[in-house]
């Protein structure tokens, strides 16, 4: 398969995805009104889309990383440079249909609470003035929220 076909193939799976999404079959309850209606409708087709996209999702989370290492493994064994130095893009391997290139972000750094603590009292700062640099250098930050849409069959 080449690049075209490949590009090809994808749209028509996504198309096929978005229209079962869109075409999901969803019967009102009796009685309600139809802003009712449209609302229970536009929950449902999320329901719809949360389940299709996180099985996918799933799936191609796995491929992706299996193929990473495929991706290595051969570039190894066609002896090509695979090391990669940060804020730099490197073109591993290329032919007629695909470019392979790896980019590795520029290094950060950060600093080990604790450690800077332990390291604060051995240079003999004070514990109080530690503790009220440790809290007014602190941030809440707010936890995951994981969504989950199970089928009732």
Known sequence: MNSMDTRMFLSNCVGAIDNLIMHDEFVAPDGATNEEAALLHDMHKAMTSFIVSSHI???TNRLYEQSKKALETCSVYLGAKTATEPGKTNVIYSNPDYVFTKRQNISTKS???K???IALHQLGV???IINKATKAATKERKGSVFYSVTTNY
């Open 57 to 59: 999702r799933t799936h």
């Open 111 to 113: 600093v080990d609470v």
């Open 115 to 117: 450690a800077l603590t």
């Open 126 to 128: 004070d514990t109080d």
